[in-house]
């Protein structure tokens, strides 16, 4: 009978899932909310993707997934299976984050095929581990 009654208080005293993502552009004070953003499997089968690209025209400055008391409640009842969460999308603001002059920054032409946008990604990655510090990716 202990053990019963430690896995079930156990369950109601885990924390809550929590991240957020920010992009360090200026928030635009608009933001997308979906409270039930359906996982199943334990969070292994991922929800869809937000689409923001039609309602954050300046892009995303913060993106935050968590899942809240009601998402836990479900994901409990149904032992992991249905394993909802809470995603909350702050768009920017318009323009784009300001790039240091000092930075290096490499270019891409828009509409470049996707094997070259992938190239300039890996430059840039391989770049700023031997710089130590941020290299930029633009559209031109």
């Not at 809550?16 to 039930?36: F, L, M, R």
Request: hydrophobic residues 45%; charged residues 15%; aromatic residues 10%.
């Amino acid at each position: 009978m202990r053990f019963v009654l430690v896995a079930i208080l156990s369950l109601f005293l885990v924390g809550c899932y929590h991240a957020t993502i920010d992009t360090g552009v200026q928030p635009s004070g608009q933001t997308i909310e979906n409270k039930w953003a359906h996982g199943f499997l334990y969070g292994l089968v991922p929800p869809s993707t937000v689409e923001t690209a039609a309602e954050c025209p300046g892009g995303v400055a913060r993106v935050e997934t968590q899942m809240s008391f009601l998402n836990q409640i479900a994901y409990m009842i149904t032992f992991g299976i249905y394993s909802p969460m809470t995603i909350t999308v702050a768009c920017a603001g318009s323009g784009s984050a300001a790039v240091p002059a000092e930075a290096e920054v490499l270019s891409v032409s828009i509409g470049a095929p996707e094997d070259e946008i992938a190239r300039a990604f890996d430059d840039a990655a391989r770049r700023s581990g031997e710089l130590k510090e941020p290299v930029f990716v633009t559209f031109r």
